[in-house]
């Protein structure tokens, strides 16, 4: 019931594409679901987020769409660039007097230039 | 700079002995976190503090202690170290009053041999 099924493994796309990854969640208590991005090295940095009580979030080429009733969330990366290659994680939470996050097993994006 | 420091870099550690991996941040966050990372697993919670003073466990909390003396510093300690427990470990902070955002140190990659 805990779990953050996250797909594809890992993705493709050409650069000026559009990415999408996708995620799926059991726990009807989740309330708050971040993206996170990864640089080879690095520690993840959160991307976007968005609330259970809003369809569609958009921050510059970066969208998170959310369908609540299916227990799924998705971020689409418009213009993809080379730059947008990294390892995306999505995850959810739920506040037991902190927020404690569920991350989704991640998907390696490469952009081809 | 603000942020989270986390030491050593990595460490190769011969089965059996204990390890302690150090994680400091400056940004007064009253939660702090540690992960393991492992491919095909994404980030999977080891230990929690919502404050200084008390601590949780995670999703994978076996082998592994954490204690909290004080708001800035957040060990993890291996008491005796398997090979199962190669990973990359993140220390996470956030001020779970303000936001929900985790801010990750760089990690620290540590091979049991």
């Known amino acids: 019931q805990q779990q953050v099924k996250q797909s594809p493994q890992s993705l493709i796309v050409q650069k000026g594409g559009i990415s999408i990854i996708n995620c799926a969640y059991e726990?009807?208590?989740?309330?708050?679901f971040p993206w996170y991005q990864q640089f080879p090295g690095k520690g993840p940095a959160l991307l976007i987020a968005i609330r259970p009580d809003v369809s569609e979030k958009k921050e510059g080429r970066f969208t998170i769409s959310f369908n609540k009733s299916a227990k799924q969330f998705s971020l689409h990366i418009m213009d993809s660039q080379p730059g947008d290659s990294a390892t995306y994680f999505c995850a959810a939470s739920l506040y037991s007097g902190t927020y404690k996050y569920i991350f989704g097993t991640g998907t390696r994006l490469k952009v081809l230039a | 700079i603000a942020g989270i420091t986390q030491a050593p870099t990595s460490q190769i550690l011969a089965a059996g002995r204990r390890m302690t991996l150090r994680c400091t941040q400056d940004?007064?966050?009253?939660?702090m976190y540690w992960y393991r990372q492992d491919l095909g697993l994404g980030l999977r919670l080891i230990h929690y503090?919502?404050?200084?003073?008390?601590?949780g466990k995670g999703e994978v909390p076996d082998g592994y202690s954490v204690s909290r003396a004080n708001t800035d510093d957040f060990p993890l300690t291996l008491a005796s170290a398997v090979p199962s427990q190669t990973s990359v470990y993140f220390c996470?902070?956030?001020?779970?009053?303000?936001?929900?955002?985790?801010?990750f140190g760089p990690g620290t990659r540590l091979t049991v041999l």
């Open positions: 996470a902070s956030s001020d779970s009053g303000a936001s929900n955002e985790q801010f």
């Open positions: 503090s919502n404050t200084a003073g008390t601590t």
């Open positions: 940004m007064r966050h009253n939660a």
């Open positions: 726990n009807t208590a989740f309330d708050y």
